[in-house]
């Protein structure tokens, strides 16, 4: 007996395979390379593309869309640009470039896109964040309230951060400003080791732009030996990298440190440096036919909320004397004891590199400078005296200066009493 089915039957068979047909068909929309030079590649084709919108060409690399004309589409590719040639497809991804973000990047090297180049295999769990997102309003941030300890004696007594803030490092070259950025984040070890929760815990973000393999490698090595990669990120954009690369690492970076901010926690990111990528956003501008000037300069707040005005007042006065009295000899006694006082507090915030010290050590080391107690001592026993008052303070002492109290009568009296039997020695 032969099946012969009828003619409603077939019909809805043929409806449903059709439908399934196409809910399965996919169509890329597929642009060509007009021209190619200088890491910047004009695509014709690619109508529907999006600002800052991810594509792929043929060779595999990756480049992101900036300049959307009526005629083409200005590409800045993510890489080498001598595999890509005129007439090569581009296809868009879909997706608006982002990076990995979360604690699966703890202890990685990465780069700008946040692949791993550390040698230690893929990342493990993690999410992915856009590297251009709105930043909160003034409105919704909260207010500086709470420090951010670097170590550095001259810093938290003088110019201390807050976190919440932002600060600039100038300086000329040799002069120490990645020093003080790689002793803030060793710094946090001991900081983090006391903390009771999650929450409380400070995550390091160090992004290096334009600088050398060898010297990343060096930072690599020096954090590793401190146990400080455990909580630390770093992304690398080196002066081999291209000019794209640099110029997208602090976004990266920020977007990954912006993964602790949104879940609770706190994040420290380190741009070292800005001006590189600034140079490597000019190149890129002028390649694309933009104007290369900046665009504009957020406005900031520096927050300098220093328990230490005394130590500040009587430096300025100190500079300020010390440039009259070397052209005179009869000096009164009031003018010889702020030279005094102000040629000891120059010397007590010097500290070798590497080497940061707790806030509680910080405060009773310039306690003792800001009272007087190494007034009479000779300036080059002054190092010797203020490393010993840390190693030899009782640590009940130490734990008073971090209460909420502040420095109560009490503690004073036994802080005085303390100084007072170290100094002895050094008189």
Known sequence: MEFSPRAAELTTLLESRITNFYTNFQVDEIGRVVSVGDGIARVYGLNEIQAGE??????GVKGIALNLENENVGIVVFGSDTAIKEGDLVKRTGSIVDVPAGKAMLGRVVDALGVPIDGRGALSDHERRRVEVKAPGIIERKSVHEPMQTGLKAVDSLVPIGRGQRELIIGDRQTGKTAIAIDTILNQKQLNSRVTSESETLYCVYVAVGQKRSTVAQLVQILSEANAMEYSI??????????????????????????????????????????????????????????????????????????????????????????????GSDLDAATQALLNRGARLTEVPKQPQYAPLPIEKQIIVIYAAVNGFCDRMPLEKISQYERTIPNSVKPELLQSLLS????????????????????????
């Open 404 to 427: 909420s109290d502040g420095l109560t009568n009490e503690i004073k009296m036994e802080l005085d009493a303390f100084l007072k039997e170290c100094a002895l020695p050094y008189l």
């Open 54 to 59: 991810m594509v792929e060409f043929a060779s």
């Open 234 to 327: 770093l992304v690398a954009a080196t002066a081999s990298d291209p000019a794209p690369l640099q110029f997208l690492a602090p976004y990266s970076g920020c977007a990954m440190g912006e993964y602790f901010r949104d879940n609770g926690m706190h994040a420290l990111i380190i741009y070292d440096d800005l001006s590189k990528q600034a140079v490597a956003y000019r190149q890129m501008s002028l390649l694309l036919r933009r104007p290369p000037g900046r665009e504009a300069f957020p406005g900031d707040v520096f927050y300098l909320h220093s328990l230490c005005g005394s130590p500040k007042l009587e430096l300025a006065q100190y500079r300020e004397v010390a440039a009259f009295a070397q052209f």
